[in-house]
């Protein structure tokens, strides 16, 4: 049988050896391996970071100016629609000021009954008496 203290000599109860202690000298040339990982990672990431934001302000500018024309698109389309609304109010009020189709029937009918082209002027019946007055006068 082993005794314990063999057991130690192989490694350990389970058979495990431990690690050597590391020497102070590679201790700090980890610790400054790892630093300067760290720093790379670190200027990586404000990198990253100065790239993001130049694009987000780039962005935000660009959405900013189409922001801008499309406010001035609507507003002028605003416009050309109250103007729009405006001629149609002229139109549709000249339109009940106009004659409706009846009043030109009952014109018509009148028109029919005066025979106006039977009319004469004040200036034909002047002549017309002119004429029979020299007409007398002559005879």
């Known amino acids: 049988m082993k005794t314990s203290m063999e057991g130690q000599q192989r490694g350990g109860l389970f058979g495990r050896r431990e690690a050597p202690m590391p020497q102070p000298a590679d201790q700090f040339g980890e610790i400054i391996r790892r630093l300067r990982n760290l720093e790379e990672r670190y200027s990586n990431l ?6 993001n934001e ?55 009918k009148y028109m029919s009954f005066w025979e106006p082209m039977r009319f ?20």
């Open 46 to 51: 404000e990198r990253r970071l100065q790239v």
């Open 54 to 108: 130049q694009n987000m302000l780039a962005s935000d500018r660009k959405m900013n100016s189409d922001i801008k024309v499309f406010g001035s698109d609507l507003l002028e389309t605003k416009n050309e629609i109250e103007e729009l609304k405006e001629k149609i109010r002229m139109l549709i009020k000249e339109l009940r000021e106009s004659a409706k189709v009846e009043d030109v029937e009952v014109l018509k």
């Open 120 to 139: 004469v002027t004040q200036d034909e019946i002047e002549g017309i008496v002119r004429r029979i007055l020299e007409d007398k006068k002559d005879s």
